[in-house]
C-alpha cells in the first residue's frame, strides 16, 4: 500500500511537486505510520506558511516562539481528530477494467457509505463516444467531473437533512479521475476564479473543506488490465480504449498529491478493501 498523506483539513495546492514527500507504511507499524503522518504534516505546515517557515526550522529543540504550538494544534487536530461527523468523498480511481465499481461497492459497504458509479452520470454523447472506441478529451470530461462532485455534494445534503439515515456521511464514487486536473475538480477546486454571485454560490456548496476528498487507486499492469477487460463481457468499454486510457492516466503516485491510498489490482477484493480502509485510516479517517 502507498499512502500519500496531508493535513486532512487544508489542501495547499502543491506549487512545487518535489516538495511532497512519497510515505510507504507497513501495515504493522502503527507508530511509524503516525510518525510519518506527523513529519509529512510539519513539512507541509512549514510550507503552507512561507514567511515563518524558515524560523520554524531553526527553531532549537524546547524553544516556543508561538508558532510550534500552532503547528502542534494543527497536528493534534489532523491526526486525533475523529472524522465520522465530517462528511467525506472517497473516491476509487484508475484506468477502465481496474475495479472501480467492484472494488468501490464493497468499500462503501465496509464503510457504511452509498456507493455510486460516476459511469451514470455520464451525458449519452459521451458513452456513445467510448462504446465507438473514440477516447473522451478534457472537454468531453469536464462537465462530467463537475457533475459528480455535485452529485457528491447533494448526497451529503440529503443525509443531513434525513433523521432517518445512519450510516457514514458522505460517498463512495466510482470514478476514473485520470489526471490530476481531474481529481481537482472532484475536490472542488476551482478550475477559474468564480466570476458571477452565483458561481461564488456554486464555488461555496463545492468548497474543498466542506467535502475533503481522498483517492483509492487501484493500480495494474497493461497485460492485468487487458485481461480484465477481454473477460469483462457486455461492458460499452471495451479492449481497444486500454492504451488511450493508460495514456491519459498521471499517476496520482508521482504528482505529489495529497489524500491519496494506492492498491494493487492484482489482490484479492478483500485484500483491496482492508488496504483501502487501512489507507483511509492513516490518512485521519475513523473507519
Ligand atoms: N479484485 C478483483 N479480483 C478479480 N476480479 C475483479 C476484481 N475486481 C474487479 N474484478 C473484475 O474485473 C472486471 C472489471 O471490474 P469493474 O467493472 O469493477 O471495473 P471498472 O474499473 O469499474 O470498469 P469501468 O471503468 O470500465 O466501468 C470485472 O469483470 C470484475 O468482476
Ligand atoms: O475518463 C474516462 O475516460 C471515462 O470515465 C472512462 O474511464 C469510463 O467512463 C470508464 O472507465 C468506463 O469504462
Given at each position: ?5 496531508e493535513p486532512v483539513s487544508t489542501y495547499d495546492r502543491p ?10 507504511h507497513d501495515d504493522h507499524c502503527a507508530e511509524d505510520q ?187 499492469t497493461r497485460d492485468a488490465l487487458l485481461q480484465r477487460l ?58
Amino acid at each position: 500500500m502507498v499512502i500519500h498523506s496531508e493535513p486532512v483539513s487544508t489542501y495547499d495546492r502543491p506549487t512545487n511537486r518535489d516538495e511532497h514527500k512519497q510515505h510507504t507504511h507497513d501495515d504493522h507499524c502503527a507508530e511509524d505510520q503516525l510518525d510519518a503522518l506527523r513529519s509529512n504534516t510539519e513539512h507541509h505546515v512549514h510550507h503552507a506558511r512561507g514567511d515563518v517557515g524558515g524560523k520554524y526550522h531553526d527553531q532549537e529543540p524546547g524553544e516556543d516562539d508561538g508558532i510550534t504550538q500552532k503547528v502542534g494544534d494543527e497536528l493534534r487536530k489532523d491526526v486525533s481528530v475523529k472524522e465520522h461527523a465530517k462528511p467525506i468523498l472517497v473516491v476509487v480511481m484508475g484506468v477502465s477494467a481496474c475495479g472501480k465499481s467492484t472494488v468501490g461497492a464493497a468499500l462503501a459497504n465496509a464503510l457504511g457509505m452509498p456507493f455510486t458509479d460516476a459511469d451514470a452520470l455520464h451525458p449519452q454523447s459521451n458513452i456513445d463516444k467510448m462504446s465507438h472506441g473514440v477516447p473522451l478529451t478534457d472537454a468531453d470530461r469536464q462537465p462530467w467531473l463537475e457533475r459528480v462532485r455535485e452529485e457528491a455534494a447533494q448526497t451529503c445534503k440529503q443525509q443531513d437533512a434525513d433523521s432517518a439515515y445512519t450510516g457514514r456521511r458522505g460517498i463512495v464514487i466510482g470514478c476514473s479521475s485520470l489526471k490530476l486536473a481531474y481529481r481537482d475538480i472532484l475536490r472542488g477546486i476551482p478550475q477559474s476564479p468564480p466570476e458571477t454571485e452565483s458561481e461564488n454560490a456554486d464555488a461555496e456548496a463545492s468548497d474543498p473543506a466542506a467535502l475533503p476528498t481522498y483517492f483509492v487507486h487501484i493500480r495494474g499492469t497493461r497485460d492485468a488490465l487487458l485481461q480484465r477487460l477481454q473477460n469483462r463481457k457486455g461492458h460499452f468499454m471495451k479492449v481497444n480504449m486500454l492504451d488511450s486510457q493508460l495514456a491519459t492516466l498521471d499517476p496520482p503516485e508521482e504528482t505529489g498529491e495529497p489524500n491519496v491510498v494506492t492498491i494493487e489490482l492484482e489482490a484479492t477484493m478483500e485484500d483491496q478493501v482492508r488496504e483501502a480502509k487501512d489507507g483511509l485510516k492513516i490518512l485521519g479517517i475513523e473507519v
